[in-house]
């Protein structure tokens, strides 16, 4: 099973907002609804954000949102701040080998 | 406070082996799927295996099928990881994540503990 593809890196200014990519095969991204995201911070463990492509934990802040169209789910952080500056994985239920990450994408905030 | 916290981690040499624990609290740790996820030193996450409630259910990365095996032992709600034949390319922070169904997402995860596979 291969690795959702990620863009490595993305940035942008306090405020303003940025969307990563995450694409997949119809073996995983395109066949479910199972897509979730994670930030980690240099150091410390991955936090979820976002789980069933759309749907955020309690206490997520709701500047940050998912979406999904075919073969690719997408995460938007809108309103930048500086405490978003981490890495951001995606990951899919992939069926017989069950789950996948992506690369991973590190988004700096100018 | 809901916590998993790894044990277990250290230096080992190619070949050889390791298990790692994962001591779970402020949940019913029975009742959740559980999993280990991997991460290399300065690389993305890798899923690594996963276990059903009751653990009649195990699922592994193909990398580490036929040496790693997961396990868990709800009386004394703990998940482990035993590792065989460990490769350089094990080495990594082996983090324990609570599974939520059927979301196949994770909502909790332990500090992780660094395993070390050099001669």
């Known amino acids: 099973q291969s690795a959702l593809t990620q863009p490595a890196s993305v940035s942008g200014s306090p405020g303003q907002s940025i969307t990563i990519s995450c694409t997949g095969t119809?073996?995983?991204?395109?066949?479910?609804?199972?897509v979730s995201w994670y930030q980690q911070h240099p150091g410390k463990a991955p936090k979820l954000m976002i789980y069933?492509?759309?749907k955020r934990p309690s206490g997520v802040s709701n500047r940050f949102s998912g979406s999904k169209s075919g073969n690719t789910a997408s995460l938007t952080i809108s309103g930048l701040q500086a405490e978003d500056e981490a890495d951001y994985y995606c990951?899919?239920?992939?069926?017989?080998?069950?789950?996948?990450f992506g690369g991973g994408t590190k988004l700096t905030v100018l | 406070e809901v916590q998993l916290v790894e044990s277990g981690g250290g230096l080992v040499q190619p070949g050889g082996s390791l298990r790692l624990s994962c001591a779970a609290s402020?949940?019913?740790?029975?009742?959740?799927?559980m999993s280990w996820v991997r991460q290399a030193p300065g690389k993305g996450l890798e899923w690594v295996a996963n276990?059903?409630?009751?653990?009649?259910?195990?699922y592994y990365v193909h990398s580490v099928k036929g040496r790693f095996t997961i396990s868990r032992d709800n009386a004394k709600n703990s998940l482990y990881l035993q590792m065989n034949s460990l490769r350089a390319e094990d080495t990594a922070v082996y983090y324990c994540?609570?599974?939520?169904?059927?979301?196949?997402?994770?909502?909790?995860w332990g500090q992780g503990t660094m395993v070390t596979v050099s001669s």
């Open positions: 402020g949940f019913t740790f029975s009742s959740y799927w």
């Open positions: 119809s073996s995983d991204v395109g066949s479910y609804y199972l």
């Open positions: 994540a609570r599974g939520l169904v059927p979301a196949y997402a994770f909502d909790i």
């Open positions: 069933e492509v759309s």
């Open positions: 990951c899919s239920y992939a069926g017989s080998s069950p789950v996948v």
């Open positions: 276990i059903q409630q009751d653990g009649s259910e195990k």
